[in-house]
């Protein structure tokens, strides 16, 4: 029984998704088998498949929710209440970019929210609108665990960290103008496309990608280095995108600490100024 008959059965009829080109239907079906036998059951698969029929429209069409469901013995229904759970799945055609900023609560009070507003009122779209010139889709975003890294920005899910309204509007102005923008960690960014097959589980085999991509950065690994008694790197205030740090000399492994980073004193680490019941008055 076909998806589109199990709907039918259920009670909802729908109009047959759009089929297609049959060029573009032998790939994806290639593509999907070698996804699907990495699982030991099929339907475990869909979070792939759907980031694969998303690689080949940057969105996830009606008919790619079809091909998911024909693929993996599921109805339509079943694969549409992932596909729109998930916000990694976009449900419209979008912008070759997609720029998330975090406001999430503390990319928010360090400043998210003016980026965002600062974007908003630069490319003259609201959030989840793409720009006339179809290059970049603004969006919020939820936290993407760089909280140490904030206000975090992300184009395709590529990290700029420690982001102001000023260096945010120079990264928007480079993508539409087509300059090679540099992520502040992690693997160099590509279009949404090809992230979208990234994540479907395929190689990254762009050169040096993958050396690139791993690794917790340094103010990530503070709080395991006091722990481990190590000395923790001395805190320091990252320079914006062409802008140089302000204050201590670069320390190796220490070059995305932001200033709000630093390693507070505490009673342990500062047994002069023990904490203690507050004084009375007059003693
Ligand atoms: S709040 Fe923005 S990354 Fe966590």
């Not at 059951?41 to 969105?59: C, D, T």
């Not at 976009?90 to 975090?102: F, L």
């Not at 609201?126 to 936290?143: A, R, S, Y």
């Not at 190590?230 to 190796?252: C, I, L, N, S």
Request: proline content about 7%; glycine content about 10%.
């Amino acid at each position: 029984m076909t998806a589109a008959n199990r709907e039918v059965s259920l009670g909802m009829p729908q109009l047959p998704a759009p089929a297609y080109p049959a060029e573009v239907l032998a790939r994806l079906e290639a593509d999907a088998e070698k996804v699907i036998a990495r699982y030991p059951g099929s339907r475990s698969a869909l979070l792939p498949l759907l980031h694969l029929v998303q690689s080949e429209e940057g969105y996830v069409s009606r008919t790619g929710m079809a091909f998911c469901a024909d693929r993996l013995g599921l109805t339509t229904a079943e694969v549409t209440a992932v596909a729109t759970f998930y916000s990694m799945y976009r449900r419209r055609p979008s912008g070759d970019y997609q720029v998330g900023v975090c406001t999430n609560t503390l990319c928010a009070v360090m400043g998210g929210d003016a980026i965002f507003d600062r974007l908003k009122e630069h490319l003259d779209v609201g959030n989840g609108e793409t720009t006339e010139d179809g290059k970049v889709t603004l969006e919020h975003i939820e936290c993407n665990a760089a909280c140490d890294f904030a206000p975090v920005v992300m184009v395709n899910w590529e990290f700029f960290d420690n982001q102001t309204p000023e260096s945010a509007t120079r990264l928007v102005d480079d993508l539409i103008a087509g300059r090679t923008v540099e992520p502040t960690r992690g693997a160099p960014l590509c279009t949404y496309k090809d992230t979208a097959r990234i994540l479907a589980g395929f190689p990254d085999e762009r050169p040096g990608a993958v050396e690139a991509s791993g690794g917790a950065g340094a103010a990530s690994l503070i709080g395991l280095k006091l722990a481990k008694g190590e000395a923790a790197p001395h805190a320091r205030v990252v320079g914006q995108r062409g802008e140089t740090p302000q204050d201590a000399p670069p320390q190796k492994g220490a070059e995305h600490l932001s200033s709000h980073d630093a390693p507070q004193q505490t009673s342990a680490s500062d047994p002069e100024h023990p904490a203690g019941p507050a004084a009375e008055e007059g003693e």
